[in-house]
Every structure is written in structure tokens, then in C-alpha cells.
């Protein structure tokens, strides 16, 4: 088993094709299809369903496909951390919508501005996502939410994934957003809508909305939640007073309209740098270094 047939199996998984997979590789068909059967021949399975043109994974593919990548990111992270102390190679970065929306842009120009030739990959999704994902080596680093409200430096990391190791960046400030014209609202049974707009489960700050609605004993069984996949949706389903939702104050910031609807302070969220332990590149400590300056009123406690 060569890293080059891992390669050569995981672009074949991605595009579903081995004529793309060919073209993105820079090789030829033949040689693709060739490296592919023995790769099948040397596990004694087999890892795709061949369907006409289209390649689906296998259950053992599947599973195979989890090794590739956790073998590919270390042999990648073993290259970066051979060379010299400066940025290279590849850096997958995860992070919260909110997150990438309102934070990310400017660290992220910097870091290109000085190390031009790292590749940067960026993916969005849950805080438990994107743990979950560091975890298992499929992203390097990922900026989550911790869902323990207490201080920042007593936050377990072991409560999003196990082998973690955290930087604290900054705390966000959680509103409750309700519809514009709303009565004030001081505990969950003065609210008048019984829908939440949210993310889908493992996001944190749905997580606090879901901890604070049912603190009163009257419980989620009375709650709608809608889940949907962006803030643009969620702020469009509060303005049309059908739900209500918690968002951090950075997204409001960046919505004029959001003056419009009335809020209510809940709590404060934490937000770290995750990687996992022992993973230590030039690249990531570089990133880590321009997303640590973009607040830099806030001190961070020690690593975690």
C-alpha cells in the first residue's frame, strides 16, 4: 500500500469518477484504474460499485476511505513538519458560519499576504462538526464554540472530541433575537412565538437557545424548531415573526436590519482554536497567530 494508490483511491471517492479523478491527479485514465485495482488486490476487497461511468464507495470502501484520510493528513503533517519553520503545504481549516462571517476575513488576508503559497481549504459547518472533524484528522484546525458556560479556562476540550487540545480567542456575546415589536421578554414564558430558528443539532449556540427555553420546566416538546442552513434564513424568519433565535452580537453587527428586532443578553460563549494534541505545524501556528490578533484587547489564557 503506496500513499500515492491513498491518493489515488480518495479522488476517485471525491468525484465519484475516475475520468475526473484522472484530470484533477494529472494522470492518465489508465494508470488511475490500474494503481485502483491493485489497491483492491492488496486489501482483498472491493471498494467501489462500478455503475456505467460512476464509482460509489463500497461499505468497506467507506470505511477504508476514513483510514486514507487520517493516513494522508499525518504523511502531510510528517512532510510540513520535516522543512523549515515557515508556512507550507496545506492547512484545513474549520470554523462556525458565524465565525467566517464575521471574524475570519481579515486573519485570513494577512495569513495569505504572508504565506501566499500555503493552500488554505476552509469548510463551515456545527461547532460538533467541525470538532468531530479535526478528531478525525479530516480538517488541522477548526475555530468552535464551547458549550460550557463557565469560565474560559476551565472549558474540557474532551466535551467536543476526545484528543483535543484548545486556545481560547474571544467570548461572544448571545442574544435572543425576537420579532420586531415584541413585548420584553425576561423568562421563556413571555415569549409569544414557539418556533426557533437554528442550525442543525451539535451547533452550539442552538444548543444554549434549546438550555435556555427550557429552563422553566415547560420543555421542548411546545418548541418548533426549524432548522435551517444559513443566518440570512434565520434573521429572514425572525423579521417574519415566525421564530425566534440566538445568534452571537458579531452577526447582528453585520445586519443593519437586525436594529429592528428586539434582543435579550443570555450569556457569553467562548470561543477556541482547536487542533489536535500533538499537532504542531508552522502553518497552523501561523493562522493561530493572525486570528489571535484580530482581537487584540482580549488575553488568552493558557492553552488548554
Known amino acids: 500500500m503506496e500513499l500515492a494508490e491513498l491518493e489515488i483511491f480518495r479522488a476517485v471517492a471525491r468525484e465519484q469518477s475516475v475520468t475526473r479523478a484522472a484530470q484533477l491527479l494529472d494522470r492518465v485514465q489508465s494508470n488511475v484504474t490500474t494503481r485502483l485495482k491493485q489497491l483492491e ?3 482483498g476487497v472491493a471498494l467501489f460499485l462500478r455503475d456505467g461511468r460512476r464509482m460509489t464507495l463500497t461499505p468497506q470502501g467507506q470505511r477504508f476511505l476514513d483510514y486514507a484520510e487520517r493516513i494522508l493528513a499525518l504523511a502531510e503533517e510528517a512532510r510540513q513538519s520535516m522543512q523549515s519553520e515557515q508556512p507550507s503545504g496545506r492547512l484545513r481549516v474549520g470554523s462556525m ?8 476575513p481579515r486573519p485570513l488576508a494577512r495569513f ?5 503559497e500555503v493552500n488554505v481549504e476552509i469548510r463551515t459547518g456545527t461547532t460538533q462538526l467541525m470538532a468531530d472533524a479535526v478528531a478525525e484528522h479530516r480538517l488541522d484546525c477548526a475555530i468552535v464554540a464551547h458549550p460550557d458556560a463557565g469560565p474560559a479556562s476551565t472549558a474540557d476540550m474532551a466535551l467536543l472530541a476526545p484528543g483535543l487540545r484548545g486556545t481560547y480567542l474571544f467570548s461572544e456575546k448571545l442574544m435572543l433575537v425576537l420579532p420586531p415589536g415584541h413585548p420584553k421578554v425576561r423568562a421563556p414564558s413571555d415569549i409569544q412565538v414557539r418556533s ?5 443539532r451539535g451547533c452550539t449556540y442552538r444548543q444554549c437557545a434549546e438550555d435556555w427555553l427550557g429552563q422553566e420546566g415547560t420543555g421542548l416538546p411546545r418548541w418548533n424548531v426549524v432548522e435551517v442552513n444559513s443566518y440570512h434564513a434565520i434573521l429572514a424568519c425572525v423579521m417574519a415573526g415566525t421564530a425566534v433565535a440566538v445568534l452571537p452580537q458579531s452577526v447582528l453587527d453585520l445586519h443593519p436590519d437586525a436594529a429592528a428586532m428586539r ?7 467562548h470561543i477556541f482554536f482547536v487542533q489536535r494534541a500533538g499537532y504542531d505545524t508552522a502553518a497552523c501556528r501561523a493562522l493561530l497567530e493572525e486570528v489571535r490578533r484580530q482581537d487584540a ?4 489564557p493558557p492553552v488548554i
Open 263 to 269: 434582543t435579550v443578553f443570555l450569556r457569553d460563549a
Open 97 to 104: 458560519e458565524s465565525t467566517a462571517a464575521s471574524r475570519l
Open 41 to 43: 488486490d492488496d486489501l
Open 297 to 300: 484587547q482580549v488575553r488568552p
Open 112 to 116: 495569505h499576504a504572508n504565506w501566499p
Open 196 to 200: 426557533l430558528a437554528g442550525f442543525a
